[in-house]
């Protein structure tokens, strides 16, 4: 990833897969990091598949996950709109106007444009701390990004749940220390969970997880292999660095 200050001072024209996603986020409250494209990089859609970021943000998850699927659409829904602004600007400048459409709106009440029933997949990288299990940042967007308000994670599950097709699949990343309330939250409505572990280091305890599982099926829950991010020395390892430059995880883990 890479950063240059724009001419805007509230803005910062990035780079995602090195350079070939370009990325306008504001320069300051939530920045954008590893973690969106590591879950745009573990979904394989098929094509004419329709997929929803919720919580889009500046849509760098549907913007990572465009550029490795060309015949694919998505729709994101953000609920601020500056963010919403941004993430059409994103749309336009990277050429995927016509197949990644931005709408304003809440998880809890989504516009009437997200049907129920009318996606393949849904992916989220949902607020990582329940409400007041923190200090609140006093930046807002930093705040709303980290931390759950009114729509806590079981808002967003069942959102997702409303918005897929029957046996569709939601694919998110959270902290390591929620996979309890995570796999809490999902059971019920969905099956086929698998857990996919990102280790900071090898020997270390993994803070982050990429959790995906289908709606309406019952196939038994699974923890896979993960990925180690860093190297000793603190320099990605060959598989984190293919898939921040845009491979997806299915074929990281040939390696």
Not at 67 to 89: F, K, Y
Request: charged residues 20%.
């Amino acid at each position: 990833m890479s950063s240059s200050t724009s001419t805007e001072p509230a803005f910062t024209r990035d780079a995602l897969l090195a350079g070939k996603v370009a990325l306008w986020q504001p320069t300051r409250g939530y920045r954008v990091a590893v973690d969106p494209v590591l879950l745009a990089a573990a979904v394989e859609p098929k094509a004419g598949d329709r997929v929803l970021d919720m919580g889009c943000g500046v849509a760098a998850i549907s913007l990572c996950l465009l550029a490795r699927c060309p015949d694919i659409s998505v729709v994101g829904l953000e609920r601020n709109v500056d963010l919403v602004d941004l993430a059409r600007r994103n749309a336009a400048e990277n050429g995927f106007a016509p197949r990644l459409e931005i709408l304003q709106g809440s998880v809890a009440e989504p516009p009437a444009a997200i049907a129920p029933g009318s996606f393949d997949r849904v992916l989220m990288n949902p607020p990582y701390l329940e409400a007041g299990a923190a200090t609140a940042s006093p930046d807002h967007m930093r705040h709303s990004a980290n931390m759950e308000g009114e729509e806590g994670l079981k808002a967003w599950i069942d959102a997702a749940a409303r918005a897929l097709k029957p046996k569709g699949s939601i694919a998110m990343i959270h902290r390591s220390d929620q996979i309890d309330r995570v796999i809490a939250t999902l059971i019920g409505g969905f099956g086929e969970i698998v857990i996919h572990p990102l280790w900071p280091k090898a020997g270390h305890p993994a803070k982050r997880l990429i959790v995906r599982a289908r709606k309406d099926v019952r196939t038994p829950a699974r923890i896979d292999a993960g990925t180690v991010l860093h190297q000793a020395d603190g320099t990605y390892t060959e598989a984190a660095r293919r898939l921040l430059e845009g491979a997806s995880l299915a074929s990281s883990l040939t390696l």
